[in-house]
């Protein structure tokens, strides 16, 4: 019966394609929107190009550029004309430079409750937040949504997460998803969607809720969700937007395979500290820690409310000397609001410098900390060298810890500063789309535009029965996708180059793997648990791959990364005894027998045999056989 369903299972109901409904089973389901953004989005556009369809057929396609605005060098200026000539001939809409993040614009523009979308972004379930299911994924499954292909995913549990009451002073939704990330670890989600139901929902904006839903992406979670309520309607209506409203409820309880309880009342202020989202701090472990730098923004702490918390506090103050204070405002309607009523000069007296609408240091693009700095951010990943300093640390924290630090140069408790400052959402938002370009009426005479960096997709190769090869890396547990393929400033520009950023893969872990792939001709990766968390970028299959990379062999995947390794042809094999990892070590020369693979498969080292499986559906295994998706959909066009 429909009404002893959650809200999520009854969108995906409305969605879905093919397969049962019932955790763990594969299911497909319709893409209503897509969103790329531009540092996925080249690749993503190639991949549509070569589906040779006419239009998108989605009913909403958007294209941000919001990543790779540095252009230092016509790279990224020519992928941002390849995108904006793509999205003028194939029917998408492109949200300029300068417009803002891509899930904030989103949030306020285009999410629509009930609706599903699909973004080449990990943290697309941040449209959770106004009732929809949004889930990240890599660039090739996009498009071929855009090309209207259902999107195939594994039917996730529903967990319940009720909210009571509401949050005490000085407490922000940060502190709401820290506090599950410390419950539940970057692994807690896996396999999952997280469902907000109770009393304590209606005390949460849409954009406090889009908070939560964003950093659900950190938990691993496939999407997170909100109920659409009143507090959506009048988000909705601020917006002007109205007409995309309708009541979505949540909290069937015995629909919920597993009921979480969170009192808003008891949680307080908390820091993520390095290297980990999960490695949750109370503020008296942290208190008094030496900062050199403060960030405001990203995609998780960049709205309105977000903004003037962090200029209430500075008002009238200046920051401490040994700190430098960025702003990056999440969108152009955020920059303008807060420049129309004074904020954006509260910030700037106290010595904020001012950055654009967009990613900036959160993918290390700009304002890197210094050597063995500190330095606390509203964003909501902290790994290792991901902010462009190798040694730097990184805590991740609300807009008024931020705030409140960048007084004190140290990590300072908010609840010290006196009352909290009221700040309301605003009855009407200021709407100007003059930087989002609608698409042209008939685009096929539209030239498309490419630069010197575009280089043509790489090919994948059909899969051997036996693949010989040596095992190039052997990792641990959580390797994350920025570990995989790094980002920052100086890799971002080579995304649609992939042969140029093949030499950097692993540069963090071991700098020598490229080179030593390129040497072996074929080889492995092998990990521990929860292998390729973090982003959804696909250049961390497609990468390997073109290195040579044949397999990756592991204690559990994340499921993007799964996903776009099958996608580029790279078997994602798992170990049958996890005790096993212990048998396999770097440099080891191996033969993997795949001649059975609907049943799994062997790693043969010497005389050992050690057994591998895997959690491929038929149409994953048709794809890797194929050598991706690509020639996959092409073979079943
Ligand atoms: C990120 O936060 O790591 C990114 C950059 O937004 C990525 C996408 C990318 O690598 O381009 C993500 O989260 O998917
Ligand atoms: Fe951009 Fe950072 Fe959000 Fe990724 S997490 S979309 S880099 S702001």
């Not at 949200?95 to 599903?116: D, M, Y």
């Not at 692994?187 to 969607?193: H, Q, S």
């Not at 995947?557 to 580029?568: C, K």
Request: proline content about 6%.
């Amino acid at each position: 019966m429909a009404e002893k369903e959650s809200l999520t299972y009854r969108i995906l109901k409305n969605h879905l394609v093919s397969g049962t409904l019932s955790p763990g089973e594969k299911i497909s389901v319709k893409v209503d929107q897509t969103l790329t953004q531009d540092a996925t989005g080249t690749m993503a556009y190639l991949q549509f190009e070569s589906l040779g369809v006419e239009r998108v057929k989605t009913r909403l396609s958007v294209s941000y550029i919001d990543h790779n605005t540095l252009q230092s060098g016509f790279m990224n200026a020519d992928d941002h004309r390849y995108l904006q000539s793509i999205a003028t001939r194939y029917g998408i809409y492109l949200s300029r430079a300068g417009n803002g993040i891509c899930h904030q614009v989103h949030l306020e523009r285009f999410g629509v409750p009930g609706g599903t979308l699909l973004g080449s972004d990990s943290h697309t379930p941040t449209q959770g937040g106004i009732g929809m299911i949004a889930i990240g994924a890599g660039g090739l499954d996009v498009a071929l949504a855009m090309a209207g292909k259902p999107f195939n995913l594994n039917a996730p549990e529903v967990i319940g997460v009720h909210l009571k009451g509401s949050l005490p002073p000085w407490v922000g939704a940060k502190d709401v998803i820290l506090e599950l990330l410390r419950r539940l670890t970057v692994k807690g989600g896996v396999g999952k969607v997280m469902e907000y139901f109770g009393g304590g929902v209606q005390s949460l904006s849409v954009p406090e809720r889009a908070v939560i839903t964003n950093m659900g992406a950190e938990l691993g979670a496939t999407t997170s969700i909100f109920p659409s309520d009143d507090v959506t309607k009048a988000f909705l209506r601020a917006q002007k937007r109205l007409k995309s409203w309708k009541k979505l409820p949540s909290g069937i309880k015995e629909a919920y395979h597993k009921v979480i309880t969170l009192d808003l009342r008891d949680v307080q202020p908390l820091v993520a500290a390095p290297h980990s989202p999960d490695n949750v701090k109370t503020m008296v472990e942290v208190e008094g820690t030496p900062i050199n730098q403060v960030c405001i923004g990203s995609c998780t702490n960049s709205s309105y409310r977000d903004l003037m918390t962090a200029a209430a506090i500075l008002k009238g103050k200046r920051i401490h000397p040994n700190v430098g204070l960025s702003i990056s405002p999440g969108s152009r309607q955020v920059l303008t609001m807060v420049s129309r009523n004074g904020a954006l000069a509260s910030l700037i007296d106290a010595g904020a410098r001012i950055l654009e609408n967009a990613c900036g240091p959160c993918i290390g693009m700009g304002f890197s900390p210094p050597s063995a700095g500190v330095s606390l951010r509203t964003f909501n990943r902290n790994f290792k060298g991901r902010s462009g300093t190798k040694d730097a640390d990184v805590y991740l924290v609300s807009p008024a810890v931020a705030a409140a630090s960048a007084l004190t140069g140290e990590i300072t408790d908010p609840r010290t500063l006196g009352k909290e400052p009221q700040i309301r959402a605003p009855r009407v938002y200021p709407i100007n789309d003059n930087m989002i370009i609608p698409p042209a009426k008939k685009g096929k005479d539209v030239e498309i535009v490419r630069g010197p960096n575009i280089k043509p997709l790489p090919k994948g190769q059909a899969l051997a029965g036996k693949i010989t090869g040596e095992v190039l890396l052997k990792v641990g547990d959580n390797i994350t996708t920025d570990h995989i393929m790094p980002a920052g400033a100086k890799i971002l520009p080579l995304r649609s180059n992939v042969p140029a950023i093949s030499e950097y893969v692993f540069e963090t872990v071991d700098p020598t793997f490229p080179q030593r792939a390129r040497q072996a001709g074929t080889g492995f990766v092998v990990g521990g648990n929860n292998y390729g968390q973090g982003s959804s970028r696909e250049h961390a299959a497609l990468a390997p791959m073109h290195l040579g990379v044949k397999a990756v062999i592991t204690k559990s995947f994340a499921r993007i990364h799964q996903a776009n390794l099958v996608n580029f042809g790279i078997v994602p094999l798992v170990f049958v005894n996890e005790e096993d990892y212990d048998r396999v070590e770097q440099g080891d020369k191996v033969t993997l027998d795949l001649s059975r693979l609907e049943k799994g498969a062997t790693l043969i080292k010497g005389k050992e045999k050690i057994p591998l499986t895997h959690g491929l559906g038929e149409r994953d295994l048709a794809v890797i056989r194929a050598g991706g998706s690509l020639l996959y959909a092409r073979k079943t066009a």
